[in-house]
C-alpha cells in the first residue's frame, strides 16, 4: 500500500497502530474507527491514514518509537504525555508479567503486623481493665464504656502515648519500605526489562533517606488534623461547626497529600534532600495535575468502593471484607501506583516502555500456587530446615502456655466473655458458609504471608508466633479437654502445623539475612513461593472449621 508520491503508507499505517496501542488493548480496531470516520467524509483511506498522521505527529517520518525485546514501546519523541488512566492497562500488563510486584504490599504488610499486634494487646489489656472495674460490655452501655476507656488513657497516659506514637512510626516504616521497593522496581519495569526479588532490595542508607523524607511528609499532613482533634476533646458546643472543620480539615488534607505525592519518587529518582523533595514534588504536581488528581480520586474510590462492597455484601449474607481488601491492597492499589510513578517518569523527562505482553490473571495465580505447592515439598523435604520447625514449635508451644496462665489469672475478666460455653458462633449461622470459608482462608493465608516474608525484618516471624499463641492459649484457658479437642483439632490439626510452616520458613529467611547474605534474593523468592504454597492447606483447614468442626461439637457436645 504505497502512495505516489513516494511516501510508504503501509510504514506510516504501522507507526499509526504503534501509538495507538498505547491507548488500548486492540490498537488496530481503534485505527480503522477513525480510518472510516475519514472516509465517510470523501477521504480516501491513504487521505485518511495521512491525515491522521499529521495530526498526532505533526507531519515528517522521525522516529517516534523503538520496539524493546520485550515486546513494548519505548517513547523517544511524546507530544502528549501518558496519562495515568491510559497507564492502567499496561501496569495491569507489567504487574501480571512480574508478580513478583506483590513484595512491596507484602512488605508493608508485615511491618504493620507488629503495629497492629501492639495495638491488639493494648485494646485488649484496655478491655481487660474495663471488665475487672465491673462496668458490662453491651449495647447500652457504650457512652460508660467510652468514658472508662477515656479514663484509663488519662490514667495511663505514658503507655497510651507509647503505643500511639509506636504505631504511627511502624505505619511511617511500612510506607517507607513500600515505596522503596515499588518505585525501585518501577524504573527498570519501565524499561521494558524483567524484575527479580533483587530489584526490590535495597540498601539501608537508601531507607534512611527515604523513612526521613516520610516522617517529614507525615508532619506536614498533621497540620490540617490539629484543629478538628483539639475540638473533639474541647467537647465543642456547635456540631455543625465541628463537622465544617472537619470537613475543610479534611479538604486540606487531600490537597497535601496529593502535593507531595512524589516526595518519595524525588529522593529514589534524584537522591534530593528531603526538603527538596517536597519542592520537586510541587512542581511535577503542577506539571501533571491532571494525572494526580485523577490518582487521588481514584485511590479514594477504590477504598470506599471496597468498604461499600463489603458493607452490601454483608447485609446480603455474604461475608467477602477480607478477601475485598487483600485485592485492593496486593493488586487494586500497585497498578494504580505502577501508573502514577509513570506519569512521574514522563514529567521529569525519562522515556518509559509500554508492556504489551498480557498474562490472564488466573494463570498468573495457578502456576505461582503450582510452583508453590513444589517449594514448600522441598521445604518439608529438606532436613536443614527441621532446626527452624523446631524453633517455631517450641516458641508457639511457649507463648500457648503463658496465654492459658494469663487467661487464668490476670485476663480472666476478659477470657470469660471470649468464649461462651454451648452456643456456636452466630456467624456461622449469619453468612453464607462459602463466605467464610473465603473469609478464614485470606485472613489466615495474609498473617502466614506476611509471617514468612517478615523475616526479612527478623522481629515479624516471633511477634506472630507470640500473638497467636498467646490468643489460642487465652481461648483454650476456659475449654475442658474434650471441648478443646472437639473445638480446635479438626481444623487446627491442619492449620497450625501450616502456621509453622510460615514461622519457620521467616526464621530461616532471618537467618540468610544475618549470616548468608549473598543468597538471600534466591531465598527470598522461596519463601514467597513456600507462603504461597500453603493456600492448600489453610483452604481445607478453612472448610473444615466452617463446616465439619461446628456438626462434631453439635453431636458430641450438644451445642446449639
Known sequence: MNGNEGINIEKIYERLERYYSMWSSYPILMLEQRIRKLQRRGLTREEAILVLYKKIYGGGLEEEYTITPEGGYAISKRQYMIGFMDLLSYAYNMYTCNPILILPAILMDSVMYIGNSILLMFILWMLNEILRR????????????????LELVRENVLISVLVIIAYIILYIVAVSLYWLSLIKASLKAYKGLRLGVGDMLFNFRTFLRVLRGQLLVYGILAVPLVIPVMMIFKVPTSIFFLLFVIFISLISLLMLYMLLVFVPHEIIVKGTSSFSAICGSFRVVIASLKHVLVYILMMVLASLGASMVSHILS??????????????????????????TGVYIQAIGHDITLWREQRPIISVILYNVRRGIRKLREFLENPCNLIFISMSVVLLICSYIYGVQLGTTYLSPLTTRLFERGRLSPILYEYIPLSIVLEILFNNWKIALVTAVGGLFFAVPVVATITNGLFIGLVASRMGLLEFIVLITPHGCIELPAFIIAIASGLRLSYFLLFRRDELEAKVRETILIAIGLIIPLLIAAIIEVSITPWIARVVLGWK
Do not use: D, Q, W
Open 315 to 340: 447485609m446480603a449474607h455474604i461475608l467477602l471484607s477480607e478477601f475485598i481488601f487483600f485485592v485492593i491492597t496486593c493488586f487494586i492499589n500497585p497498578i494504580f501506583n505502577l501508573s502514577i
Open 134 to 149: 465491673g462496668i458490662y460490655l453491651g449495647e447500652g452501655a457504650i457512652r460508660m464504656v467510652i468514658l472508662k476507656v
